[in-house]
């Protein structure tokens, strides 16, 4: 079975520090790999995401996310934190036999002035 | 263009009530999907469809129906209310394509509370 698990229910940093909001997967088949953002009151919004290649994916709003097999992660990454990425991120991922898509519990992260 | 868009926003019901929720797209996707999204359990899947008038059964299907008689519709029923439906119902919707790389694209969803 797929599963999706994001080890922090929250995250905190200081605006200009870079953040890092966790997710690690459980899949049948070669992963492939989203965030998803969540601001207040608003549906998900796409991010990045993960199929093949590049082990390092770059994504809107100035995100990064690296692929890691061996230890079935999929971080995402921001150099340099500003107070608008405070939001509810979402790792979500499916596999490559048709599975439909599984979703993490979400991080919240709260970047502070 | 605009997007996918959800009908009502939000909705109060009394417990054996009954309702539609209304998921349209204006992309020609292929392929949608009604989430629920609960506090600290992420999205799950409720019912989805692979094109018009075809529907599966998602994770959580219990106490809901849906249909796809128009490719930019889906429709979610509940037939009787309960308050474990109380939540918030995201639509999304995917290009078919051939693969299963799909982007998934969110409505803004509807806040439903079952008293």
Known sequence: AQSVAQPE??????????????????????PYLFWYVQYPNRGLQFLLKYITGDNLVKGS??????????????HLKKPSALVSDSALYFCAVRGNYGQNFVF???TRLSVLP | NAGVTQ????RVLKTGQSMTLLCA????????????????MGLRLIHYSVG?????????????????????????????AAPSQTSVYFCASSYRT????DTQYFGPGTRLTVL
């Not at chain 1, 929250?10 to 953040?19: H, I």
């Not at chain 2, 392929?31 to 629920?36: E, L, T």
Request: aromatic share 14%; proline share 5%; net charge negative.
């Open chain 2, 52 to 80: 018009e008038g075809t529907t599966a059964k998602g994770e959580v299907p219990d106490g809901y129906n849906v249909s796809r008689l128009k490719k930019q519709n889906f429709l979610l029923g509940l037939e009787s």
């Open chain 2, 98 to 101: 051939g693969t299963i790389t």
């Open chain 1, 9 to 30: 229910d929250q995250v905190n940093v200081a605006e200009g520090n870079p953040l890092t909001v966790k997710c690690t997967y459980s899949v049948s088949g070669n």
């Open chain 2, 25 to 40: 797209q204006d992309m020609n996707h292929e392929y949608m999907y009604w989430y629920r999204q609960d506090p600290g």
């Open chain 2, 7 to 10: 009908t009502p926003k939000f």
């Open chain 1, 61 to 74: 709003y100035g995100f990064e996310a690296e692929f890691n097999k061996s230890q079935t992660s999929f």
């Open chain 1, 104 to 106: 993490g519990p979400g």
